[in-house]
């Protein structure tokens, strides 16, 4: 999968959606994303986007730098794979 987009300032998202006046789904339409996919980021029930262009999309719409919402993340897998390639064998 890869590299992952994980929301650091979730409180500062909903903030700004409320100023620019960008419903769930709106956002999402510009995002390119299911609309869930913004309602779970929004709710807690998910951290980050598989996605590295939906968090810039989503940063562009609501005009801010990627990293005032969002942070890298390595996934899981790709972790544990990185981790096999540098044991010595």
Do not use: W
Request: aromatic letters at 4%.
């Amino acid at each position: 999968m890869g590299m992952r987009m994980k929301l650091v300032a979730r409180d500062a998202l909903l903030d700004r959606m409320i100023r620019k006046d960008f419903s769930n789904r709106r956002l999402a339409k510009y995002a390119e994303c299911a609309p869930g996919t913004i309602d779970n980021l929004l709710s807690g029930r998910t951290q980050a986007v598989n996605k590295p262009r939906t968090a810039e999309l989503i940063c562009e719409a609501l005009d801010v730098p990627l990293d005032v919402f969002f942070v890298p993340e390595i996934s899981n897998n790709e972790r544990h794979s990185a981790a096999r390639r540098k044991v010595p064998a």
